[in-house]
């Protein structure tokens, strides 16, 4: 089995745990991206939106647990077959949660584009924004080491 | 796990209705939000649909640049098994009716 593993800093990256792990008691409550459909009836849309919190809530569990003793320990993460299409999917829902909930000042031009100076950024903003990239870079590195995994799981 | 199944329970006369209202062809569309990446897009396209990477990619930059890509288009049962999938992964998702359009 392919196996990725990440050493990372750990003073820099487990104070983003509080981040997630505060966005993550809202998720298993509201979907990251709004319900599409509008016309689906209200029974129907409950329906799906309960089986989508389900799946959501297992995917972010499986995102924390990739931090674990090893990480506070060594710093290190790991991503292999069998974690990686829940963590992408989670780090898509964490920070689409970071946008609605701390990164809506900063504007989507500036969010899309990434061209945000640290330095002006408010405390909570700044991490809030630093959490961001920080998964973006664990998802980028999941798509490119074990892409093959997920599309033919 | 389809609306038309529900929406095509009880008497015959609602039966009816409601299937007329879900007939036709209904389009799949993805949105774009400024959160997820590129590339992130590219997998799920080539996840849910099984495109290739230049469809995946031609449909990702349709989303990026113009705001939303007809990304399926069929019966409203499958449009919706397909709109729920997107979902799971994040992406923004609407259902049209083609006459819509």
């Not at chain 1, 809506?104 to 640290?118: A, F, H, R, T, Y």
């Not at chain 2, 499958?78 to 979902?87: G, H, M, P, V």
């Amino acid at each position: 089995m392919k196996r990725i593993e990440v050493k990372l800093a750990l003073p820099v990256v487990a104070p983003l745990l509080d981040v997630i792990r505060e966005l993550a008691s809202g998720l298993r409550q509201e979907l990251a991206a709004p319900l599409g459909p509008a016309d689906l009836d209200a029974e129907f849309a409950a329906a799906w939106t309960s089986e989508l919190l389900e799946a959501q809530t297992a995917d972010v569990a499986a995102l924390l647990a990739m931090f674990n003793e090893e990480f506070f320990a060594e710093g290190v993460i790991a991503f292999d077959e069998d974690n990686a299409e829940q963590i992408v999917r989670a780090t898509a829902a964490v920070r689409l949660r970071l946008r609605e909930l701390h990164l809506k000042p900063l504007g989507d031009e500036m969010l899309e584009s990434g061209n945000v100076e640290l330095e002006q950024l408010a405390d909570p903003v700044r991490k809030a924004f630093m959490c961001y990239l920080f998964l973006a870079t664990i998802q980028e590195l999941i798509i490119q080491h074990l892409d093959s995994s997920i599309l033919g799981s | 796990m389809t609306q038309s199944q529900s929406k095509t329970q009880g008497s015959p006369a609602p039966h009816s209705a409601v299937a007329t209202e879900w007939e036709g062809r209904w389009l799949v569309v993805v949105l774009n939000d400024p959160v997820n990446l590129m590339s992130y897009v590219v997998l799920v396209f080539k996840k849910v649909f099984g495109f290739d990477e230049s469809t995946a990619r031609k449909h990702m930059l349709e989303v990026h640049e113009r705001g939303r890509s007809v990304v399926w288009s069929g019966v409203r049962e499958k449009a919706e098994a397909y709109a729920f999938t997107l979902q799971q992964w994040h992406l923004t998702t609407i259902l049209e009716h083609e006459d819509a359009t």
